[in-house]
């Protein structure tokens, strides 16, 4: 749906959107509505976000109200929530996205984001080449990897692309999946699985990032190392992902937040990319899989889980 009269803020997989100039009132309690994929309770980056506004000054329920709108696991109902949102008539509106804001149509460019969109990235297209490098160097018999991707990412088609242009160099043959709800994933997951794969590829996404658990049981029952995204689907159980901090992301998103309410125009905030990725193994995971990670990919490591 179109959020007219709204400034949006891609942060991280975040889409921030302010509502209209009438509602930044000095006198007024500052109103913000964070939607979510996730549940309560089950998101680092949603802890980080509230840190971060913590640490700007922001008390929920004293100095700013915060509108928590949860997905569990799903996108299907951010629409309705975002229709919800406006009729609020919150200020700002927080929102995962997760995709390419340029490719996705969402700003003109990252330094002069144009409309009423901008924020931070997560850079996912960037790194699909590198991982599956990684996801090579640490399985070095690999011939063929399930990809998975999650079709709520508005620049699946671009993963997709990426992920075949270096599969080709790698020597790597994909079969693809596409999957759009969590009711989707445990088929996918059986028709990879039945295509014998050597390893399973997930880019990323918030469907994705919602069900990291049950993604990294899924691999694991089928004995199936699994590459993916940010450290916390590896902490769930995923042998291994390489990407920017989104706890750190989704902190600094807050400085947006803060921007914007005090009077910045989306419009001219330039869109931030990460400047730090981190690679992070399970251990557990490969023990579990029988699978020795060569000293070459562990002495990279950021984070060793054991």
């Known amino acids: 749906m179109r959020l007219i009269g709204l400034a949006v803020v891609l942060v991280v997989g975040l889409v921030l959107a302010p509502t209209a100039a009438e509602a930044q009132q000095a006198a007024k309690t500052p109103r913000i509505a964070f939607i979510s994929t996730t549940s309560p309770g089950t998101s680092p980056s949603t802890d980080a976000f509230r840190q971060g506004l913590r640490d700007l000054g922001y008390v929920e329920g004293q100095n700013i109200a915060v509108e928590w709108r949860w997905g569990y696991g799903s996108t299907k109902r951010f629409p309705e929530f975002a229709a919800e949102a406006v009729r609020l008539k919150v200020d700002l509106i927080v929102i995962p996205n997760m995709g390419d804001p340029v490719g996705s149509g969402f700003v003109t460019s990252l330094a ?44 699946y088609r ?16 994909l079969r693809r999946m596409e999957v759009s709800n969590p009711s989707e994933l445990d088929g996918a997951f059986a028709t990879i699985a039945g295509r014998r794969p050597s390893a399973v590829f997930v880019p990323g996404g918030t469907m994705v990032y919602a069900n990291r658990t049950r993604l ?91």
């Open 216 to 306: 990294a049981e899924y691999a694991l029952k089928r004995h199936l190392p699994m590459m993916c995204g940010s450290r916390e689907v590896v902490e769930a159980g995923c042998l291994m992902g390489y990407a920017a901090s989104l706890v750190d992301l989704f902190r600094r998103a807050a400085t947006y937040v803060d921007r914007i309410l005090k009077g910045a125009k989306p419009a001219d905030l330039p869109v931030e990319q990460p400047t730090k990725f981190e690679l992070v193994i399970n251990l557990k995971t490969a023990k579990a899989l029988g699978l020795t990670i060569p000293q070459s990919v562990l002495g990279r490591a950021d984070q060793v889980i054991e």
């Open 112 to 155: 002069s984001p144009g409309g009423n969109i901008t924020g931070l990235t997560v850079q996912n297209l960037d790194l699909v080449a590198k991982r599956l490098q990684l996801l090579k160097e640490a399985t070095p018999n690999v011939s063929q990897v399930g990809l998975i991707l999650d079709t709520n990412a508005g620049d």
């Open 158 to 173: 671009q993963t997709a692309a990426e992920a075949e242009t270096a599969a080709r160099v790698l020597g790597i043959q």
